[in-house]
């Protein structure tokens, strides 16, 4: 899950960079705030709150 999100973030880092794509990455792109829900957790975030709701958070 999260390397698919990964090379997500890759092609669309590379394509804003073209100037191919008017998407925002909202700093995704920062791999530094890829943690779970405290710092040095691994990420995706999987306190209660996210696994109940599906939702895959970097810096949460």
Do not use: Q
């Not at 957790?41 to 970097?58: A, L, T």
Request: aromatic content about 8%.
């Amino acid at each position: 899950m999260l390397a698919s999100f990964n090379r997500f973030v890759m092609r669309t880092d590379d394509a804003i960079r073209r100037g191919e794509n008017g998407l925002c990455l909202m700093g995704a792109e920062d791999h530094w705030r890829w943690r779970g829900e405290r710092e040095g957790d691994p990420p995706p975030c999987r306190c209660e709150g996210c696994k109940k709701c599906g939702f895959i958070r970097i810096n949460h």
